[in-house]
């Protein structure tokens, strides 16, 4: 009668260490005994052999136990950093960690932020790295792209040359991108609101106003405004090739007051590297893709632009490549440290001192929480408006369906 598995088993732990340290005639006859009882072929019964002693001899596997170590950044560090986060509106650690020493007193100062010394250090030392992992459950954002709007100006492109860097100082204040934001609401028919959006390169400072349409009077008339509330000397303006930035009017403007008008390559929007990136960050997270087309609207958005350069402008800290390397297929680029564009037009040697004393009070009086109240507001004021619009055109559309089918 055949063995079972066990008795199988159990014939070959017993058998295992003599054949081991037998000699090679005691080993055959060891070999022969497991044969007849198993009904193993020779080859497989010494493989077995051999295998049960060596796990035999083996040492058993000791689980590894994890160290728990003490949380340096316990919930209160957290809720602190949360808090803070949210304020500088969700940026990326590379960006906060080196602003947080910076910010930290600015809320305290202005009592949003009340921490022992012991968080106020550990906040100071956190590393962009570890502000990532600590917000990583909190960080949800959705990004929706939109569709371009700009038409392209024929007139008087002849006359505008194409930007080279020959003719631009991208290391001093001055030289801006220019672009329109459109808020058509993905129905492009008809008039609806852009949102002018003006970049300096150097230093990251934006400005933003909001027009009628995308006439040359209106943007004209907007970048005129612009150009006296920025801190420093406007010298170069770089645009698209759009017919509301390519006309007689600009054209004239800029030869008249010396200032360096140039344009994109067609179809290269990286040529406005700087400008496309703020019309996200800055028009697109403030006011969103619905429609805009009236006059209450456009009142309202420019209420809310002039809280938004504020924020933007003193409390929101951005990074500038400075480097870019090939390596074979993978590019490595390299930035400089974050700071405002505020801080940023303090450390020009360019500007007057009298311009940056006056910057520098209008900062020491400013709240950052308070900026985003109002601001919070003004968006959700000009979302009942909005509301308020569609509901109207919605009981319209629907008397002209119940006229048209009882006419």
Not at 102 to 108: C, G, R, Y
Not at 210 to 227: H, R, S
Not at 267 to 290: I, P
């Amino acid at each position: 009668m055949p063995l079972t598995m066990k008795e199988r088993q159990a014939v070959t732990k017993q058998l295992a260490t003599t054949y081991n340290r037998a000699p090679k005639k005691e080993k055959g006859r060891i070999l022969d005994t497991l044969i007849d009882l198993a009904g193993y072929n020779r080859s497989y019964a010494a493989r077995v052999l051999r295998q049960r002693e060596r796990l035999k001899r083996a040492k058993p596997v000791k689980k590894k136990t994890r160290r728990h170590r003490p949380r340096k950044y316990d919930r209160e560090v957290l809720a602190a950093l949360r808090w803070i986060w949210v304020i500088c509106d969700c940026i990326c650690g590379k960006r906060l960690a080196p602003y947080l020493p910076e910010i930290i007193p600015v809320l305290e100062r202005c009592g949003e932020l009340a921490i022992s010394k012991e968080v106020r250090q550990k906040l100071v030392e956190i590393s962009p790295a570890t502000i990532d992992r600590l917000l990583a459950s909190v960080k949800k954002q959705y990004q929706l792209k939109a569709r371009s709007t700009t038409k392209p100006g024929t007139l008087l492109k002849h006359q505008i040359p194409i930007r080279t860097y020959s003719e631009w100082d991208e290391q001093r204040p001055g030289f801006v991108e220019v672009d329109l934001v459109s808020h058509e609401g993905g129905d492009p028919r008809g008039d609806f609101i852009q949102t002018l959006d003006v970049t300096d390169v150097h230093t990251g400072w934006t400005e933003t106003r909001a027009v009628k349409n995308k006439a040359q009077v209106w943007v004209f008339e907007a970048l005129k405004e612009i150009k006296g509330k920025l801190p420093f000397d406007l010298l170069g303006i770089d645009s698209d090739n759009g017919s509301e930035f390519i006309n007689d009017h600009l054209l004239r403007f800029c030869r008249e007051h010396q200032i360096t008008f140039t344009r994109s390559c067609p179809y290269r929007k990286n040529d406005n590297c700087f400008v496309e990136q703020k019309n996200y960050s800055v028009v697109r997270k403030a006011v969103g893709y619905r429609r805009h087309n009236t006059e209450e609207e456009l009142a309202v958005l420019n209420e809310l632009y002039d809280t938004l350069w504020l924020y933007t402008n003193f409390f929101q800290p951005v990074m500038k490549l400075i480097e870019k390397t090939r390596i074979g297929s993978k590019v490595k680029k390299r930035y400089d440290r974050a700071r405002t564009p505020f801080r940023r037009v303090l450390e020009s040697s360019l500007l007057a001192e009298r311009t940056k004393e006056e910057l520098k009070q209008e900062y020491a009086a400013l709240n950052p929480v308070e900026l985003q109240r109002e601001m919070m507001r003004l968006q959700d004021r000009l979302s009942a408006v909005t509301q308020s619009k569609r509901n109207e055109n919605k009981e319209d559309q629907n008397v002209k369906t119940l006229e048209y089918i009882f006419s």
